[in-house]
């Protein structure tokens, strides 16, 4: 069994900043992609970056040079960097990793945290 576990979210004025962390745990053999993912209220959830195992990314048009995502291997962490942060960021940030389990016989499985809530409000 795998876990996501988000942490850092919080409430900020606009233009200000956040980091999220996600640490990744259980049987891991390798995580793959990870990503990070919100979700206003009555909206769809919607990526927002994204971070291959080669560290090449990928990021919703509306963060673009604003969000940074990165990770670490060594702690199967993953990290989004948000700075001058907007009203519309506000939502529920979820991690989500591409993990193959570990086991007599591993197997895919995509794997999805509980969400850290972020507001951007004065």
């Known amino acids: 069994q795998v876990r996501l576990v988000e942490s850092g979210g919080g409430l900020v004025q606009p233009g200000g900043s956040l980091r999220l962390s996600c640490a990744a745990s259980?049987?891991?053999?390798?995580?793959?992609?990870m990503g990070w993912y919100r979700q206003a209220p009555g909206k769809e959830r919607e990526l927002v970056a994204k971070i291959t195992s080669g560290l090449s990314t990928n990021y919703a048009d509306s963060v673009k040079g604003r969000f940074t995502i990165s990770r670490d291997n060594a702690k199967n962490t993953v990290y989004l960097q948000m700075n001058s942060l907007k009203p519309e960021d506000s939502g529920a940030y979820y991690c989500?990793?591409?993990?193959?389990?570990?086991?007599?016989?591993?197997?895919?499985?995509?794997?999805w945290g509980h969400g850290t809530l972020v507001t951007v409000s004065s």
């Open positions: 989500n990793a591409a993990v193959i389990v570990a086991g007599a016989r591993s197997y895919a499985m995509n794997s």
């Open positions: 259980g049987s891991i053999f390798r995580l793959n992609d």
